[in-house]
């Protein structure tokens, strides 16, 4: 450090180091009537951030009448290594002293202050003067965790959100503060302890009335220097969605087949139950909404319905509560016969290709796979309405996978090529079908792994769930991934819960938890909860499930030692056979739109049969089958034909459901 003054005697000069500066003690002396020292700022402060280094200077002008000038620290005292200083400009009668700060960003977070002596004078006549410039050094720390925060919710949710902001403040102040209005503080200032502190901030959802993705941050100020620290936050707000369990009902009315009502569950993914109304413009149906608001009965009268037609109608429903939502639609489909339906009909000489059979929830048409198209059979007349060429390749189509409101039809075919050094790859084509113009699309983009196996409802949006756990959007490009390693055989979901229920054909049966949130970074979600191996299940292979949309006290399976689970408090029971001391072989399941369970069942009396449960688990159908068993097999949307497909027949067998 280096200090510039006019020349003067040596002695001069040691004196004023060694003992005046030590001697004069005030902030301000005036032994000599002839000499004088004057400063503009008897005090000046540096403010600087913890581990920051700075390039403040700050200068202090002084005036004098003397023989010369030295600047020192008073008192005997040394230099503090925070400071330097310097004269930067002298004349006979002024200074420019300019101060600055070393090593300050290795300094702790505390005040420091010491003091400048400018002093002149006559060495000669002992005569001194001097004035104490105090200069303070504010070291401030303000240290957060800004790691952005990301929040969910559903549109209308009352429940609150609590995230924790983490602050360590040292010698200083500061304010909290955000431009999110829903967004609130325990508290919004504190004072620095150089402690971590944590402050609680809470997110109230229930004033935003439009969902969507809503950015803002939160603000940290520091009291001294106005520095800010941000927080991003982030809420994905999603909307509220009116669906039912059933977004397809499929009515019939033949001289001797009669399903002409249907009661369908109303959900919403709302915090709360919301108020709704159902309206249609169809007058053949009649809608009936149930006392608590959970259900809609929907009733046709085919009455002014044409013999040997199909009347389509649609059902809206819409919120009519203070919360806006969007609405459900079920569509409906009635066909209406003078006919009577003979016990059993078949379509022979027909070879259907693997898993190549699907029912229409809502239209009665059956689809069957054969070679690289597509027919469609109507399910009563037997009439081959429509042959559907999905590819033009002399390529199988197979595994057909159809929505729940009967508009969607997916496919696929596999295809092998060899290399150049003859190394097989397989290839597989994804195909999905338009049921309403029969136009096919070949899902170029599709990125899926697995091989779909049922499309779902969930929240009120569509996913097609595939063999490896994959969640697809409707062109089978994946939205989620379940990263767990599951091979997926069959699978049911439960509205009330949203529960994902999937078999593997082992003996386990697994139960996942959904979240849906179209705004969010993942829009779907699936969280294992627990499995479960029935304990009359003989440990053996579970491979099919049908359960209740809204009650998990009704789950079905495919198994040889027991066919009734049911789960309630976060547990699972095993009931065992349906009926007591049944010793039939369990062979098939299926359920109809109303998810009736439908067993294949083969007795020891050589009898082919399918046999149907109520709520109750009371048997309620009974029906007698060919006794060749078949390779697939479907049940109509109604529950009144069972459908099957035997490849030793070369046959689609038509079995009218015999009621008890």
């Not at 420091?112 to 002149?120: H, K, L, P």
């Not at 929907?298 to 044409?306: F, K």
């Not at 409802?457 to 390693?485: C, H, K, M, W």
């Not at 949309?549 to 309630?568: A, C, H, M, R, V």
């Amino acid at each position: 450090m280096k200090v510039q003054h006019n020349p003067l005697a040596s002695s001069f000069i040691v004196l004023l180091l060694s003992s005046l500066l030590f001697a004069c003690g005030g902030s301000s002396s005036d032994s000599g009537s002839n000499y004088s020292v004057s400063v503009d700022q008897s005090s000046i402060e540096f403010i600087n951030e913890a581990g920051a280094e700075s390039d403040e200077i700050i200068s202090v002008n002084v005036s004098y009448s003397g023989e010369g000038l030295l600047v020192g620290i008073p008192n005997d005292g040394t230099v503090p290594a925070w400071l330097n200083y310097r004269v930067a400009e002298l004349t006979d009668s002024t200074a420019v002293l300019e101060f600055s700060l070393d090593q300050e960003d290795l300094i702790a977070p505390d005040t420091y202050t010491t003091q400048v002596r400018v002093t002149s004078g006559d060495v000669e006549n002992n005569q001194f003067v001097h004035r104490d410039i105090t200069i303070s050094l504010n070291i401030w720390q303000l240290t957060i965790d800004d790691t952005a925060v990301s929040l969910e919710a559903t549109k209308g949710d009352s429940d609150i959100d609590e995230f924790d902001i983490r602050i360590i403040a040292g010698n200083t102040n500061y304010t909290i503060s955000s431009d999110l209005p829903w967004l609130s503080f325990e508290s919004t200032e504190g004072e620095g302890t150089g402690e971590l502190e944590t402050i609680v901030a809470t997110a109230d959802y229930s004033s935003i009335e439009e969902a969507g993705v809503i950015e803002g941050t939160v603000t940290i100020t520091e009291s001294t220097t106005e520095s800010e620290l941000t927080i991003p936050v982030s809420l994905a707000l999603d909307e509220v969605y009116l669906y039912s369990n059933q977004t397809a009902v499929s009515f019939v009315k033949t001289a001797n087949t009669e399903y002409l009502s249907q009661t369908i569950d109303i959900s919403a993914n709302a915090e709360t139950p919301l108020t709704w109304e159902a309206s249609t413009t169809a007058d053949f149906l009649t809608l009936t909404p149930s006392s608590d608001g959970t259900a809609l009965t929907i009733t046709a009268d085919p009455t002014n319905i044409t013999a040997e037609t199909i009347a389509s109608a649609q059902v809206n429903i819409a919120s009519s509560g203070s919360l806006s939502a969007q609405s459900g639609v079920i569509e409906v489909a009635v066909y209406h016969s003078a006919a009577t339906l003979p016990d059993a009909e078949t379509i022979d000489s027909i070879t259907v290709n693997e898993d190549g059979l699907a029912i229409n929830p809502l239209s009665p048409y059956l689809y069957a796979a054969v070679g690289n198209t597509v027919r469609v059979y109507h399910q009563y007349t037997l009439a081959l309405m429509e042959t559907i060429s999905v590819t033009s390749d002399s390529l199988d189509v197979e595994n057909l996978t159809i929505t729940k409101d009967g508009k969607y039809l997916f496919a696929l075919t596999s295809e092998t090529v060899n290399d150049a050094e003859g190394n097989p790859t397989t290839f597989t084509n994804h195909y999905r079908v338009n049921l309403t113009t029969s136009e096919v699309d070949a899902l170029v983009d599709a990125d899926i792994a697995g091989l779909p196996v049922e499309h779902l409802i969930i929240d009120g949006r569509q996913y097609v769930i595939t063999d490896s756990l994959e969640f697809a959007s409707l062109d089978l490009t994946i939205a989620y991934s379940y990263p767990g390693n599951f091979s997926v055989d069959q699978v049911e979901y439960v509205d009330s819960s949203n529960a994902l229920y999937i078999t593997t054909g082992g003996a386990d049966v697994y139960r996942f938890t959904t979240s849906v949130n179209e705004f969010a970074s993942e829009t779907i979600n699936a969280t294992f909860d627990q499995s479960y191996r029935p304990e009359n299940g003989n440990n053996a292979g579970i491979f099919d499930i049908v359960i209740n949309n809204t009650d998990e006290s009704q789950i079905y399976l495919l198994n040889s030692g027991t066919d009734w689970l049911s789960f309630t408090d976060e547990s699972f029971t095993d009931n065992g056979r349906l009926i007591a001391d049944d010793t039939s072989t369990s062979l098939g399941l299926v359920s109809n739109q109303s998810k009736t369970p439908f067993y294949l069942r083969f007795d020891t009396v050589s009898r082919v049969y399918v046999e149907s449960f109520d709520a109750t688990q009371t048997k309620v159908s009974d029906t007698t089958l060919l006794t060749l068993l078949p390779d697939l097999i479907e049940i109509d949307a109604s529950g009144t034909r069972f459908i099957s497909y035997a490849s030793g027949l070369t046959s689609i067998i038509f079995n009218p459901i015999k009621s008890l």
